[in-house]
Structure formats: C-alpha cells, structure tokens
C-alpha cells in the first residue's frame, strides 16, 4: 500500500479504525525526514494491512502542535484513536518492521479496558500513591 496524506481535517477519520495507523511526520526541508522517507515506504507497500501516512509539519502545524511534535521526523501509531507508540528519530527498515508487527498484535480490547479502569481511577482521585505516611 502506497502512504497517504493526512491534513487536520482528515486526521480524525484516520485513527478510529481497527486497522493500525502508522504517522510519519516530517518536512521538505529535513534531511533526516529525507533519508527516512523510502524506508517508510517500502515497508508501508510490505504491510497492506496498515495504514501508511504522512503529515508535512510545514503544511500542518496546528496538527503538528496539538500532538506535541518537537522534532522530526516522528513517527506515532495510532489505533482505534489510541496512541500506541510515539517516538521521534527516524527507525532502520528492520525496526519499523518490528513495530507495525508489534501493533498488529496489540489486543486492543485490553488496552481499552486498561484505559477505562485508569480513567475511573483518575475520577475517584485514585493516585496510587500511599498517603498513610504523610
């Protein structure tokens, strides 16, 4: 599969499926992002059952700023809108490979029960913290 291109319009839509999103962000003017590019594709046309994108930083800076971009490139992978890996620096093939097949066998309705049981622990103010001693 080719990679597509995402804007802040059509970044939403992309993240709520089942089927893994892997985001490059980068910009025309970064040579790491340059080196980084036909690695990110090979292994996108390798995985027809994920989704390959693109996000030009330069382009999309109000995206690139509300997730926190700070350098690039950055690769994020998204999951039924769950954020699975950031991590900014360019990866080998090899290791971009063993990602996308690390996300593939994420059990996804673990990871939503792992964030609601955190996310009713944060409204009873459950800290894990012991406050026996303070």
Do not use: Y
């Not at 996108?44 to 994108?53: L, S």
């Amino acid at each position: 599969m080719s990679t597509i291109e995402l804007d802040k319009d059509s970044f939403q839509t992309a993240i709520q499926g089942d089927t893994p999103v892997i985001i490059n962000f980068w910009a025309p003017w970064c040579g790491p992002c340059k080196n980084f590019a036909p690695v990110f594709d090979k292994v996108a046309t390798e995985n027809e059952d994920a989704t390959f994108a693109k996000i030009n930083t330069e382009d999309q800076p109000e995206l690139a700023g509300a997730l926190n971009i700070r350098s690039i490139p950055t690769l994020m992978v998204f999951r039924e809108q769950v954020l699975l890996f950031s991590q900014a620096g360019a990866l080998t093939e090899g290791q971009l490979q063993e990602l996308v097949t690390q996300v593939k066998a994420v059990d996804m309705e673990k990871v939503h029960a792992d964030i609601a049981a955190q996310q009713e622990a944060d409204a009873n103010g459950a800290d894990g913290l012991d406050d026996t001693n303070a």
